[in-house]
């Protein structure tokens, strides 16, 4: 619940609803002040009620004194409320486990445990006493001494606390609905505004070029992308981007690429921040480190993290790593509708991690390098210290991760093999209703049961574009030739389905219940937009496998006219 502090001085009296007093209501979004102590919630006894005393100020005493607003344990008397447990400010509800807070979207707070109080929380009077019931959730203000007054929270003080600058992170134009409004406020040793100018930097095999070669309607498969030895070619996370395909261009802010990502080294004293727009990252191979202006996450195979737009990042490895990227432009990825699935299914929000804040005060006398994708191109700045100052932060713009083994997985239990649409992970919306510029799909292991039915993927032609990577195991459709690390890409009506082996081996099998893709998760980028490959993609990664039409090719037909 998002609640917000209002400076009405509290001899107006109660301004609590009579039905919330009563137990009935429920907090629609503002602090009510009330004068005196609100009576318990109708069927809540004492001991549910959790005590938070707000920034007390110093002296206070009184038979209601719980402490100096920081973490109490044990419990204690507080008038009529009887034993009560004493819990930490408000902005520490939100602290997950591990590191991590949990929930996709929530408005977040966190501050370094080092400097407590870094966030603004504006300026109280005598005390503050918020109650929160265990069971349900609700919030109230329990106790307010009469007199007293306190101002709002607020994000840009006119001084903040410990020095810190107030600086806004924009995700979404300010006069988007609610529903789709993004931003954060990061309280910072030093705004990100200090930097010499930017220059351009080589990019490399990063491009948006999408007419560097002809077109190919083929299918396309390839090997596992290779990874260069330290010892022969350093590459950080940077150095090794390498576009594979995409479609549109980011000034228009319409369309996606799909890059590639090989490295073996960690980026010291650099950081890239994406203009053009979100990353989503899949590691295949190797553990990432990320460290963002939010704070740490450390992202495994078999986990995804998405670094939205403008956030700044570094990546620390620990031995030949690689993966994949779809990095999508003017949009920003949403959990997709349940429709008639109901409340519950597919990635819950709440398995969405988010890191909690961490800082460095840190100076680079030999200067720390600033790189900026803007317009499909690289450019990189100096400043002396690093990026990463952010000692506290709130808002709903962040960077999360994801573990795939929490996706909950939907299947058919009757007959017949269902659209690959319920395996959809997070979605990227175009303004075409139902229509998808990129969504995030995986197979992951489940189930299969339906019967009287061909199980493994359906023979297909689509209107959407299909790429397809395998962080570990054997794709079922196709257990041979496709390898973890590798990819594919069927664009648009390019027809595609199972190997023949696959065929023959699925139509033949006796159908009892199995377990399928055991051991094994692929996953797909599909897009509605026709994606170009570059020419890294179909020549100089020279990974292009030139057989894989082959595996479909001993196809025989078995009509018979005679026989129904």
């Known amino acids: 619940m998002e609640m917000k502090e209002r400076g009405w001085p509290a001899s107006q009296g109660s301004l609590l609803p009579s039905s919330f007093a009563a137990g ?11 004068s005196g102590t ?20 110093q002296g206070l005493a009184s038979e209601t004194d719980l402490g100096d607003g920081k973490m109490v344990h044990g419990s204690k008397q507080a008038g009529h409320l009887g034993k009560v447990s004493v819990c930490a400010k408000i902005v520490e509800k939100s602290t997950g486990k591990g590191g991590y807070m949990s929930g996709f979207g929530n408005e977040h707070a966190s501050e370094d445990p080092r400097c407590p109080g870094a966030l603004p929380e504006g300026q109280w009077g005598y005390k503050a006493i918020w109650a929160v019931h265990r069971l349900t959730g609700v919030e109230c203000l329990t106790s307010f001494t009469a007199g007293s007054y306190f101002s709002p929270l607020q994000n840009n003080p006119q001084v903040c606390p410990y020095g810190l600058y107030a600086e806004q992170l924009s995700g979404s134009a300010f006069t988007c609905p609610r529903a789709t409004n993004r931003r954060s406020w990061l309280y910072r ?37 290779e990874i260069p030895k330290a010892s022969q ?4 996370f940077v150095n090794g981007l390498h576009t594979l395909c995409g479609a549109g ?3 228009g802010r319409s369309g996606i690429a799909i890059h590639i990502f090989v490295c073996n080294t960690s980026m010291l004293d650099r950081c890239l921040y994406n203009s053009d727009g979100d990353f989503l990252i899949v590691p295949q191979q190797g553990k990432l480190l990320i460290t963002t202006e939010f704070g740490k996450m450390l992202v495994e195979p078999n986990e995804i993290c998405v670094i939205q737009q403008g956030m700044r990042f570094s990546v620390e490895v620990f031995g030949e790593t690689r993966g994949y990227i779809l990095e999508v432009y003017g949009a920003h990825f949403e959990l997709p509708d349940l429709g008639p699935i109901g409340a519950n299914g597919l990635a819950n929000p709440r398995d969405f991690l988010v890191p909690v804040a961490w800082y460095e005060d840190r100076k680079i006398p030999g200067g720390y390098t600033v790189i900026s994708k803007y317009q499909g191109k690289l450019f990189a700045a100096q400043q002396d210290f690093s990026p990463f100052n952010v000692v506290a932060w709130h808002g709903n713009y962040t960077p999360y991760k994801y573990h795939l083994e929490n996706f909950m997985v939907i299947n058919s239990v009757a007959f017949d093999h269902a659209d690959p649409s319920i395996f959809t992970v997070l979605t990227a919306k175009s303004t075409r209703p139902g229509v998808a510029i990129a969504d995030f799909v995986i197979f992951p292991p489940r189930w299969g049961v339906a019967n009287n039915t061909f199980r493994p993927p359906y023979y297909h032609r689509n209107c959407m574009s299909e790429f397809m990577g395998l962080i570990k195991g054997h794709y079922e459709a196709k257990e041979e030739g496709f390898q973890p690390g590798g990819a594919s890409l069927h664009s648009m009506m390019t027809p595609h389905g199972p190997d023949a082996d696959c065929f023959e081996k699925a139509s033949k099998a006796k159908l009892e219940p199995e377990r399928v893709a055991e051991g094994t998760m692929a996953f797909m980028f599909e897009s509605s937009l026709s994606m170009a490959v570059t020419e890294w993609g179909l020549k100089t990664s020279n990974r292009l496998d030139k057989n894989y039409y082959k595996c479909w090719e001993p196809l025989k037909s078995h009509f018979n006219p005679n026989c129904k």
């Open 24 to 34: 009935e209501g429920e907090c629609s979004g503002e602090m009510w002040v009330h």
């Open 38 to 57: 609100a009576a318990v919630p109708a069927g809540l006894t004492e001991e549910q009620v959790l005590i938070v005393l707000l920034s007390p100020p």
């Open 189 to 225: 040793i030093l705004p990100s505004v200090c930097h010499k100018p930017f220059q351009p930097l080589h990019e490399g095999h990063l491009t948006h070029n999408w007419d560097e070669v002809e077109p190919d309607p083929n299918q396309l498969r390839w090997k596992p992308f």
């Open 233 to 236: 070619n350093k590459l950080d």
């Open 249 to 251: 261009e980011p000034r």
